[in-house]
């Protein structure tokens, strides 16, 4: 029992040295990547997916309410 939870530690340790496996992420955001805020190396950021699918207009209304309470 005890050669087994050694083995186990060993193991465990040892997969939290191996590399991280790594995707490339897509996003549909290129349209706002030319927008003030937009900075290398994130581009353009929107964490919370509100404009996943949104238009130039819906664009423009949540920048205009940022600036009009102050959050840029």
Excluded: C, W
Aim: hydrophobic share 50%.
């Amino acid at each position: 029992m005890m050669k087994l939870a050694v083995l186990a530690t060993l193991a465990a340790s040892a997969v939290a040295f191996a590399p991280a496996q790594t995707s490339v992420a897509t996003t549909a955001l290129n349209a706002f990547e030319s927008e003030l805020g937009a900075q290398a190396p994130l581009g353009f950021f929107d964490p919370l997916g509100l404009l996943d699918e949104a238009g130039q207009k819906r664009f423009d209304r949540l920048r205009y309410v940022e600036i009009k309470h102050g959050r840029i």
